[in-house]
């Protein structure tokens, strides 16, 4: 009996495979303690970047300097002064903390996305022509086939566009609110 190379092959693959599955459970993790300890490093890192430019700003200042040059700075040190009136990057407010005259808008008046005839549910089957080396969206050995699965499927924002009005809709945020100032925006997760 003559057995080829790729019989060889193809009878390791399928016990290969076959072994592959990982029957272990994984217990929940809770990772709220590390990511409170992160946000708290990477508010002290802010708050430091912002006061020393600060402390540059002030002797740059406090020096001989060209008319265009001081007002460019002053612009500067007007807006790190703003920014500095809350530095922190990372903010957790309770409810009570918002602005009380916020106007929330959801705009789930919009119409349905899609026929509100289609069967809802069912199967997507999805196939690649060949699986990629690399899951780069670009450049060398990037596979533009698997780059949706991989990154566009894969993200959610916390408000889309509906595609048929433009209007702006719900996504993770079930509404959202813009602020006093035009540049604060809230939004709610439900």
Known sequence: MRVSIHGIIAVLAVVFLSTCRDSRQWVPYDSAEERLKFEERYNEQVIKTLT????????????????????????????????????????????????????????????????????????????????????????????????????????????????NTRNVIPALADRWAVGEDGQSVYFHID
Do not use: C
């Open 52 to 163: 020393t430019r600060q402390g540059e700003l002030e002797e740059l200042l406090s020096g001989d300097l060209a008319e265009a040059k001081r007002q460019d700075l002053e612009k500067e040190m007007r807006r790190l002064e703003k920014r500095l009136e809350r530095p922190a990057f990372f903010e957790r407010l309770e409810e009570s903390d918002l602005p009380p005259d916020l106007d929330w808008t959801t705009n789930l008046d919009d119409p349905e996305l899609g026929s509100p005839e289609a069967k809802k549910g069912g199967t997507l089957h999805y196939y690649f022509t060949a699986y990629p080396r690399s899951i780069r969206s670009v450049g060398a050995e990037s596979n533009n086939s698997f780059r949706s699965v991989h990154w566009d499927d894969n993200e959610m924002g916390l408000i889309s566009i509906h595609p």
